[in-house]
């Protein structure tokens, strides 16, 4: 399939879309003007959109006459706290000249690891859309503390797709696409990219120590393996480029389109385990089991485990090890570690005279558990 193949098929799929705006495209307020207008085309044409948007910290700075992005969390929280407001009347006041409203929600990872809350978000962000209003969705950076947070909102962008199963992610920048480098100088945009190897990892050059901004190409890349494992689409074009989103509708060439592996997406419930929950535990298990698992698609059952460590109940996230320690899956545990550590290596029919209760014959079943690869 030649690159305008790849561009046709990924347009031709889509019925919603996740855009992100980065923090130095909103330097310019007037840009929200223009984002809006393209935004509004693509809903008079059908489509659902959804807007990722970075620019709270760097419009709390300009209001303040701030140079440089402060080391302080407490500062960047504060900054935060004052551009969101201006930020969302800015695209309100925008978007009421196209006659249409928008809504605002922030988010923190905690919050999207637990699965009721993680559905209440979904639910929430599909009746707003339902009721033909554009969510506009950002980091809770005023309370989340560096270990709950997302990292950047290329991220932030690439998970709100793969909980809402947008298909495609947007990330609209200041650079035309992924460029090849030779002899320490860009050469040639990438057009399409097929697979994330180390050799794109290594094109990548972050911005990590931007005045205004985080992120930069390396967490592009990082969302783009994200949404690729996940059966979806992320294209990463230049928001100064006029219309730009009608050209990237219109499938021409512009940008770096990343394709997935497959076809097939992947089920929510694995997306919810593969991207956002966090493993309390280990279950290292033998070859047999490791092959049953990956290979045959089955359940994980007691006799194929060996030892087990952390400290989760039942219903949480673990990690399963094969025999050379590698992680080949996660899965939600139907066992506290006390109670697998007692039947690790029995077969299942012995488990309830072990444990003196009736439990599940799987220790993990195969509609709770995600091959990681």
Request: glycine share 8%; hydrophobic share 40%; with cysteine.
């Amino acid at each position: 399939m030649n690159s305008i193949e790849h561009r046709k098929k990924a347009i031709s799929e889509i019925k919603m879309v996740v855009i992100k705006i980065g923090t130095r495209l909103l330097t310019d307020i007037s840009k929200i003007d223009y984002l809006m207008a393209e935004i509004n085309k693509l809903r008079l044409k059908g489509f659902k959109v959804i807007l990722v948007s970075s620019g709270a910290v760097g419009i709390g700075m300009k209001t303040l006459n701030l140079a440089k992005r402060p080391p302080q969390l407490s500062k960047k929280q504060a900054l935060a706290a004052i551009g969101q407001c201006r930020l969302i009347t800015l695209y309100e006041q925008a978007a009421e000249k196209y006659g249409f409203h928008v809504a605002q929600l922030l988010l923190t990872m905690s919050g999207l690891r637990n699965r009721e809350r993680h559905l209440n978000t979904l639910n929430c962000i599909n009746t707003l859309l339902d009721m033909d209003i554009l969510p506009i969705i950002n980091e809770n950076d005023s309370v989340s503390v560096e270990e709950l947070t997302f990292g950047d909102n290329d991220t932030l962008a690439t998970l709100v797709a793969m909980m809402t199963k947008s298909k495609i992610t947007i990330i609209l920048t200041t650079v035309d696409g992924l460029y090849d480098i030779e002899k320490g100088g860009f050469t040639n945009r990438l057009s399409i990219v097929e697979g994330i190897t180390k050799t794109i990892k290594d094109l990548a050059l972050g911005t990590d120590d931007s005045e205004t901004s985080i992120g930069g190409m390396a967490s592009k890349i990082k969302a783009a393996e994200i949404a690729t494992k996940a059966g979806d689409y992320l294209w990463i074009a230049n928001g100064t480029n006029p219309n730009i989103l009608e050209k990237i509708f219109n499938a021409e060439d512009v940008g770096t389109l990343f394709t997935p592996k497959k076809d097939k997406q992947m089920p929510s419930k694995k997306r919810w385990l593969s991207f956002f929950t966090q493993s309390q535990g280990k279950i290292f298990i033998d070859q047999g089991a490791a092959n049953a698992v990956i290979n045959n698609g089955r359940s994980l059952l007691p006799s194929g485990i060996t030892s087990v460590s952390g400290s989760f109940k039942r219903g949480n996230t673990v990690e399963l090890l094969n025999s050379n320690n590698n992680v080949i899956a996660k899965g939600l545990s139907n066992y506290s570690v006390t109670d697998l550590s007692n039947i690790a290596g029995l077969k299942s029919k012995d488990i309830n005279k072990k444990l003196g209760y009736y439990g599940d014959e799987e220790v993990i079943h195969r509609d709770n558990l995600v091959i990681v690869k």
